[in-house]
């Protein structure tokens, strides 16, 4: 079983930054993406990393403007958010599955966090 617990969602101008966190409990080897749902929209795919954070993968909408990071001594995967606009306001999701590879759908995932809110004013 893993916990997630995302935070550092909120309110930035566009062309502002955020840094997204989410923090598991339970099991440490997994492979975590962010996914995002804006109001009306299906959930999107956002970036993945591997357990060990040695490989990535982004989606088109955020390639070049995000980053995705992991923190294996806190067990805690970051989501660094550049150059934000206002079509990237969303809830934002964190997902965890068991794997040595990433991960680009939600099918893919067994575990998911509550969601964090972004909002980006134009």
């Known amino acids: 079983q893993v916990q997630l617990v995302e935070s550092g969602g909120g309110l930035v101008h566009s062309g502002g930054s955020l840094r997204l966190s989410c923090a598991a409990s339970?099991?440490?080897?997994?492979?975590t993406g962010w996914f995002r749902q804006a109001p009306g929209k299906d959930r999107e795919f956002v970036a993945a990393?591997?357990?060990?954070?040695?490989?990535?993968y982004y989606g088109d909408c955020v390639k070049g403007r995000f980053t995705i990071s992991r923190d294996s001594a806190e067990n805690t995967v970051f989501l660094y958010m550049n150059d934000l606009q206002p079509e990237d306001t969303a809830v934002y999701y964190c997902?965890?599955?068991?794997?040595?590879?990433?991960?680009?759908?939600?099918?893919?995932?067994?575990?998911w966090g509550q969601g964090t809110q972004v909002t980006v004013s134009s």
């Open positions: 339970g099991r440490t080897r997994y492979s």
């Open positions: 997902a965890a599955r068991g794997g040595s590879y990433y991960y680009t759908k939600e099918v893919d995932y067994d575990y």
């Open positions: 990393t591997t357990w060990n954070g040695g490989m990535f």
